[in-house]
């Protein structure tokens, strides 16, 4: 239910360490993981609807522009926003306004009892903020899943270009724990981690977020070092 959102979640679910720390750059979605925190659940209807939406949308435009973002409506709202907007997109304008049109589903599975999750991710920490601002233990394992390399990059305002990625990629590649990172396998994302020291390779993995509605599989590669 929460896969959409970060693959670093899944991840992090997938080992179920005991202290782990969840950072991103998307302040909406930590918000959605922080009330998950708190033993979340949407009590008001959630429509694949495309009036219900853009009502949706506007709503939650107007909490983030009246400073409101960390609250539990926000969270909620995100939620339903990223279900049934266009293609699983998350995107947003210079203005820091959501700005996905409705999706094209027949049926949608909506979660509204997020409860399950309070206990697993109680220990856990999640930051906003760039990759740069957070501190290491030497014998940290770390996994990185930045922004594909693609053109589309306003998954949060400000974005993440090609010098954010050569930037994360430096920044990582001298840490002396494990180190995994994906991304997708395009010639300078795959030249640039092996001229970083990082061990590469190839897979098709589903592609469950698109701008364009391709679903075919996405190649992507993953970077390891030190594990």
Known sequence: ????????????????????????????????????????????????????????????????????????????????????????????????????????????????????????LSSWAFTVGDVSDLAFDPDDFIYADPPYDVDFTQYAQGGFTWEDQERTAELLSRHRGPVVLVNQATARIKSLYKSLGFRIRELDAPRRISCNGD??????VIATKNA
């Not at 679903?215 to 992507?220: L, V």
């Open 215 to 220: 679903r075919s599989p996405a190649r992507e």
């Open 1 to 120: 239910m929460v896969e959409p959102f970060c693959g670093g979640l899944a991840m992090a679910l997938g080992l179920m360490p005991t202290r782990a720390v969840l950072n991103d750059a998307n302040p909406h979605l930590v918000n959605f993981y922080r009330w998950l925190q708190k033993g979340f659940r949407v009590d008001w209807p959630m429509l694949n609807d495309e009036t219900a939406f853009y009502e949706g949308r506007e709503r939650f435009n107007a909490i983030l522009s009246s400073g409101r973002a960390n609250t539990r409506e926000a969270a909620g709202l995100f939620y339903y926003l990223n279900r049934t907007g266009y293609n699983g997109l998350c995107r947003f304008n210079s203005r820091g306004q959501f700005n996905v049109p409705f999706g094209r589903y027949k049926t949608i599975n909506y979660t509204t009892d997020f409860s399950a999750y309070k206990e697993i």
